[in-house]
C-alpha cells in the first residue's frame, strides 16, 4: 500500500515540528493573541478603542538569496529574524505598531532541526518587533527544492492612528536627513554578494577575512537590524516627517519614495562609516560607488527626515535607544517632479 510518505510528505514529521516550536511562537503572544498554534486561523482581539482613528499596515517579504548562505553555513537561527525585519521596518515607516505576524516555510523534505531553528528566529525577531506570531504554513514540497534548501516568507500587520500616519508629505527643503546605523549587508544585494565574493573571489564562507575579523559567512549572516519600536519611541520624542526603510535600491531609490513633488536630498558621503564588508565587496569586485549605493544599504538601515530645530534631539533620543544616528543630509528644493538623491563628499 503506498502512502503519502512514500511520496516524500512525512505527516507525522510535521506534527512533531509544530509541538517543537510551540513554546517559541507562545513567548511571542500579546495579550490580544485568542488561539494557540494549530489551529485554521489565527484570532486576534483588536483594540479599536485605544485608537482615535485607527488604520491597518500590512507588509509582506522574504529573505532573498542570503538563505544560500545560511545553507552553506548550515546555519539556521537567525534568518528568521531577517524575515520579520523586512516585513515589520516596512511597515513602520508609516509609523505603525507591528501587532501580529505569520510566515511561510517552504522545502522539500523538513528537517524538524532546522525548522525549528528558523522558527525559534522567527520568534525572536517577533519579540525584538513586539508583535505576536500567531500562526505559519510548513509546506513540504519533494523535489520542488533542493536537498537541505528551504525559503521563507512573512506577512506582518500593524495599526496606526490615521493623525499620526508618516507619510512624507510634509517634508520640505531645509529639513535635516538622518540616518540610522545598519548592522551590516542586511537582506538585499546577495546576489551582487556572491557574485563577488564566492564566485569571483572565490572566498569560501569559512574564510577568515582580516578586515571583517572573522569568517565570511558569520559576517554575511548578521541578522537585520528591527527598528521598529524605536520608530515609535522617536515618534513620542518629535515629529517624524518622513521615514525610509533602507533595502534593495539602497539609499538612492528608497529614500525618494517618501519625497513630495519637487523635493530633493543631498547625502553627504563620509558622513557615517561604510561598515568593512561594504568595502571589501566593492574592492574586491571593481563595483563602481554609484552602483554599491544603489544596491546596498552601506552602512545606514532607516532614515528619518525631521524639521531641523528637532534634529538634535531626534538623534540624542535615538542614541539613548541604542541606535548609532549620523547626520547624513539635507532636503533640497528641486525642479523635477521625480525626487532624487544628490551625494556630495
Same mark, same amino acid.
Given at each position: 500500500m503506498t502512502t503519502y510518505r512514500d511520496a516524500g510528505v512525512d505527516i507525522d514529521a510535521g506534527d512533531e515540528f509544530v509541538e517543537r516550536i510551540k513554546p517559541h511562537v507562545r513567548a511571542t503572544f500579546r495579550p490580544e493573541v485568542m488561539t494557540d498554534l494549530g489551529g485554521f486561523g489565527g484570532l486576534f482581539r483588536f483594540q479599536a478603542n485605544r485608537y482615535q482613528d485607527?488604520?491597518?499596515?500590512?507588509?509582506?517579504?522574504?529573505?532573498?538569496?542570503?538563505?544560500?548562505?545560511?545553507?552553506?553555513?548550515?546555519?539556521?537561527?537567525?534568518?528568521?529574524?531577517?524575515?520579520?525585519?523586512?516585513?515589520?521596518?516596512?511597515?513602520?515607516?508609516?509609523?505603525?505598531?507591528?501587532?501580529?505576524?505569520?510566515?511561510?516555510?517552504?522545502?522539500?523534505?523538513?528537517?524538524?532541526?532546522?525548522?525549528?531553528?528558523?522558527? @525559534?528566529? *522567527?520568534?525572536?525577531?517577533?519579540?525584538?518587533? #513586539?508583535?505576536?506570531? !500567531? &500562526?505559519?504554513?510548513?509546506?513540504?514540497?519533494? =523535489?520542488?527544492?533542493?536537498?537541505?534548501?528551504?525559503?521563507?516568507?512573512?506577512?506582518?500587520?500593524?495599526?496606526?492612528?490615521?493623525? @499620526?500616519? *508618516?507619510?512624507?508629505?510634509?517634508?520640505?527643503? #531645509?529639513?535635516?536627513? !538622518? &540616518?540610522?546605523?545598519?548592522?551590516?549587508?542586511? =537582506?538585499?544585494?546577495?546576489?551582487?554578494?556572491?557574485?563577488?565574493?564566492?564566485?569571483?573571489?572565490?572566498?569560501t564562507v569559512e574564510t577568515v577575512v582580516p578586515e571583517l575579523g572573522g569568517a565570511l559567512g558569520e559576517t554575511l549572516l548578521t541578522p537585520t537590524r528591527i527598528y521598529a519600536k524605536q520608530v515609535l519611541s522617536l515618534m513620542e520624542c518629535c515629529p517624524i516627517k518622513g521615514i525610509a526603510h533602507i533595502t534593495g535600491g539602497g539609499i538612492t531609490d528608497n529614500l525618494p519614495r517618501v519625497f513630495p513633488a519637487r523635493c530633493g536630498a543631498r547625502i553627504r558621503r563620509g558622513s557615517w562609516p561604510v561598515l568593512p564588508i561594504f568595502e571589501a565587496i566593492q574592492s574586491r569586485g571593481a563595483v563602481a560607488v554609484d552602483e554599491m549605493y544603489r544596491v546596498f544599504n552601506m552602512g545606514i538601515g532607516l532614515i528619518l527626515v525631521v524639521a531641523p530645530d528637532h534634529a538634535d534631539r531626534v538623534m540624542a533620543k535615538a542614541r539613548e535607544l541604542g541606535e548609532q544616528a549620523h547626520h547624513i543630509g539635507e532636503m533640497v528644493a528641486q525642479q523635477t517632479e521625480e525626487g532624487v538623491v544628490d551625494y556630495v563628499g
Open positions: 485607527p488604520v491597518l499596515v500590512s507588509g509582506t517579504d522574504g529573505v532573498g538569496t542570503k538563505l544560500k548562505i545560511a545553507f552553506l553555513m548550515d546555519k539556521h537561527d537567525t534568518v528568521g529574524i531577517d524575515l520579520v525585519a523586512m516585513c515589520v521596518n516596512d511597515i513602520a515607516v508609516s509609523g505603525a505598531e507591528p501587532l501580529f505576524f505569520l510566515d511561510y516555510f517552504a522545502t522539500g523534505k523538513l528537517s524538524i532541526a532546522t525548522a525549528a531553528a528558523v522558527v @525559534k528566529g *522567527i520568534s525572536d525577531g517577533c519579540r525584538q518587533a #513586539g508583535c505576536a506570531l !500567531i &500562526g505559519g504554513e510548513t509546506a513540504e514540497m519533494p =523535489s520542488f527544492y533542493g536537498e537541505g534548501e528551504y525559503d521563507l516568507a512573512g506577512f506582518a500587520v500593524g495599526v496606526v492612528d490615521r493623525p @499620526k500616519i *508618516i507619510d512624507g508629505k510634509q517634508i520640505a527643503p #531645509g529639513d535635516v536627513v !538622518i &540616518g540610522l546605523a545598519s548592522s551590516g549587508v542586511h =537582506s538585499n544585494g546577495f546576489s551582487l554578494v556572491r557574485k563577488v565574493l564566492l564566485e569571483r573571489s572565490r572566498l
